[in-house]
T-cell receptor, first 111, second 108 residues
Framework: NAGVTQTPKFQVLKTGQSMTLQCAQDMNHEYMSWYRQDPGMGLRLIHY???????DQGEVPNGYNVSRSTTEDFPLRLLSAAPSQTSVYFCASSASNYGYTFGSGTRLTVV | QQPVQSPQAVILREGEDAVINCSSS?????VHWYRQKHGEAPVFLMILLKGGEQKGHEKISASFNEKKQQSSLYLTASQLSYSGTYFC?????????FGTGTSLTVIP
């Protein structure tokens, strides 16, 4: 099925560990973004990309890195996990002037 | 940066109508609307481009007034399946920001 695939769906990390959240889309969309969603905080933009090789920071980029070597993939790396990064993470993609298609999300708990 | 939505929450009985407002302090060139059900990812409903156009999706429609930097989402004859959190959203340059969200609950 066409869409945005995120892995893993659930993850528990210890403080200080690093990990990569995977995101892949098969719709040839140029725009891809990572959001985190915390209770009562809505969706906040972490990083985004407008094409392969082009990434930039959003509202809350600290503690996260991204890269986009291909149109399809946009992984999010947590450098040194902190309890404040406990959240639900969504990857989304879109073509210009179209709506975003979201992945199913990753529920991350940092203990 | 984040558009502000009102009301924050609303409870409706099946068949009633509702209006959700989205207001931006920055210029709006287009507005997106999404619905997120509990425990799920947001789902795109519609996009409105400059020109005051109105679009529809099932019994859900929206309007966009770029001069007032506002958009409104209209839910007509609400159904139980309309329950969820509704977000508007807008681009600033290449960054896409979601609104503060409106929780809508439809009860029998």
């Amino acid at each position: 099925n066409a869409g945005v695939t995120q892995t893993p769906k659930f993850q528990v990390l210890k403080t200080g560990q690093s990990m990569t959240l995977q995101c892949a889309q098969d719709m040839n969309h140029e725009y891809m973004s990572w959001y985190r969603q915390d209770p009562g905080m809505g969706l906040r933009l972490i990083h985004y990309s407008v094409g392969a090789g082009i990434t930039d920071q959003g509202e809350v980029p600290n503690g996260y890195n991204v890269s986009r070597s291909t149109t399809e993939d946009f992984p999010l790396r947590l450098l040194s996990a902190a309890p404040s990064q406990t959240s639900v993470y969504f990857c989304a993609s879109s073509a210009s002037n179209y709506g975003y298609t979201f992945g199913s999300g990753t529920r991350l708990t940092v203990v | 940066q984040q558009p502000v939505q009102s009301p924050q929450a609303v409870i409706l009985r099946e068949g009633e109508d509702a209006v959700i407002n989205c207001s931006s302090s920055k210029a709006l060139y287009s507005v997106h609307w999404y619905r997120q059900k509990h425990g799920e990812a947001p789902v795109f409903l519609m996009i409105l481009l400059k020109g005051g156009e109105q679009k529809g999706h099932e019994k859900i429609s929206a309007s966009f007034n770029e001069k007032k930097q506002q958009s409104s989402l209209y839910l007509t004859a609400s159904q139980l399946s309309y329950s969820g959190t509704y977000f508007c959203g807008r681009f600033t340059g290449n960054q896409f920001y979601f609104g503060t969200g409106t929780s809508l609950t439809v009860i029998p």
